[in-house]
């Protein structure tokens, strides 16, 4: 009798060791826990997936990952600069696990970069997309007090031109609402996944998220920011708006 194979949810965190905007920025310290460590328990706490993998060139990143309870996945040289994309670490993951012998069926990137974002937040897109047989759903904010629709090219002598011509001349509140790629919960049908080669294969949907949980941390700007988004959420919440964290800090101070 052959036995059906059993399909398996993965959550994946990409962290390469290289970053270059924010020195360590996967593994420094963010309210008393490394920042990867608020996805690998959102990931845990959704209670969704069967694995939980950080893939990574770093072996601090992978002692930390391993730490608060991921799997960890080394990923090649050609994916641990800074032009490998989350599609291309994605594929290399489901090829990795499927080599092994695991049958991936679906797989949801969770980047370190958005600590805000909660383990409610994963399940509510995994039901969208679940519940509406999506093969891509990638998260969206909105643009957060600038308009995309005045966007504009300085020119060396401080003149220039706006980008998108016409729209610069509405007031704010008649301008359509525009919304932006987040690194929050990108979901993909495996299948599809290694077809296409991209989160953005065809047909892709976009799920918002809110703005605050669904803050890229990428410039040393964002991380104040997300500092002082925790701060005032917390104190108008009185509760944390960090996901939980079952297990004691593995770091008490600056990695660097």
Same mark, same amino acid.
Not at 20 to 36: A, D, E, Q, S, V
Not at 72 to 83: I, K, P, Q, Y
Not at 216 to 242: C, F, K, T
């Given at each position: ?53 950080? #893939? ?9 990952? =391993? ?37 991936? %069926? ?24 679940? #519940? ?35 729209? %610069? ?12 790629? %987040? ?14 080669? %991209? ?34 959420? =917390? =104190?108008?919440? =009185? ?13 008490? #101070?600056? #990695?660097?």
């Amino acid at each position: 009798m052959i036995l059906p194979e059993v399909t398996k949810r993965i959550a994946l965190i990409p962290a390469r060791g290289g970053s270059k905007r924010i020195l360590h920025k996967n593994i420094r310290p963010f309210f008393g826990h490394p920042l990867i460590a608020y996805a690998i328990s959102a990931a845990h706490n959704s209670q969704l997936f069967d694995h939980v993998v950080v #893939s990574t060139d770093d072996a601090q990143i992978a002692q930390i990952a =391993q730490w608060y309870g991921a799997e960890v996945l080394s990923r090649e040289a050609s994916l641990a600069n800074d032009t490998a994309t989350v599609s291309d670490v994605a594929v290399h993951v489901v090829l990795q696990l499927r080599a092994s012998g695991i049958n991936v %069926t679906s797989i949801c990137s969770l980047m370190p970069i958005c600590p805000l974002r909660t383990s409610a937040d994963i399940r509510q897109h995994f039901e969208r997309f679940r #519940s509406n047989q999506r093969l891509f759903q990638i998260s969206v904010v909105p643009y957060r007090g600038v308009y995309p629709h005045w966007a504009l090219n300085i020119l060396p002598d401080h003149t220039g031109h706006f980008i998108y011509g016409t729209d %610069t001349k509405l007031p704010s509140q008649m301008l359509q609402e525009a919304m932006c790629p %987040t690194g929050a919960i990108w979901l993909a049908q495996a299948d599809a996944l290694l077809e296409s080669r %991209t989160f953005y294969g065809q047909p892709h949907h976009f799920e918002p998220i809110d703005a605050n949980r669904g803050l890229d941390i990428d410039e040393l700007s964002d991380w104040d920011l997300a500092e002082l988004l925790v701060y005032g959420l =917390q =104190q108008r919440d =009185q509760a944390s708006p960090l996901e939980p964290i079952g297990k004691p800090p593995y770091v008490e #101070s600056d #990695s660097e």
